[in-house]
């Protein structure tokens, strides 16, 4: 079982960047594939990006493709999420996900993922 807990949310200006972070739990931390999803108000929880357990292989939504890398460090137990080029339409709480999977496997998918983390806020103002 894993426990996952992010940081790194807040307010900023279209254009700007901030990095999240997903600190986790547990020592077989390299032995999850992990995902970032995120849901604005009145909206299904949408996939962001997702990374293999060994960080080999990477996914990105096209919506943040070219603006948002997703990375991890198995001996610190943390992904992140690098945003740049924020919209006001990236506005939205930010949550990580992790799923018991060695290998290249990536998950797009919210019913894939079997823990998740209680969320961080982005607001991208205009």
């Known amino acids: 079982q894993v426990q996952l807990v992010e940081s790194g949310g807040g307010l900023v200006q279209a254009g700007g960047s901030l990095r999240l972070s997903c600190a986790a739990s547990?020592?077989?931390?390299?032995?999850?594939?992990m995902g970032w999803f995120r849901q604005a108000p009145g909206k299904e929880r949408e996939f962001v990006a997702a990374?293999?357990?060994?960080?080999?292989?990477?996914l990105h939504a096209d919506s943040v493709k070219d603006r948002f890398t997703i990375s991890r460090d198995n001996t610190k137990n943390t992904v992140w999420l690098q945003m740049n080029s924020l919209k006001p339409e990236d506005t939205a709480v930010y949550s990580c996900?992790?799923?018991?999977?060695?290998?290249?496997?990536?998950?797009?998918?919210?019913?894939?993922?079997?823990?998740w983390g209680q969320g961080t806020q982005v607001t991208v103002s205009s």
């Open positions: 990374l293999s357990s060994s960080g080999g292989r990477t």
């Open positions: 547990g020592r077989t931390f390299s032995s999850y594939l």
């Open positions: 996900a992790a799923k018991n999977m060695r290998g290249p496997s990536v998950a797009v998918t919210k019913y894939a993922y079997d823990y």
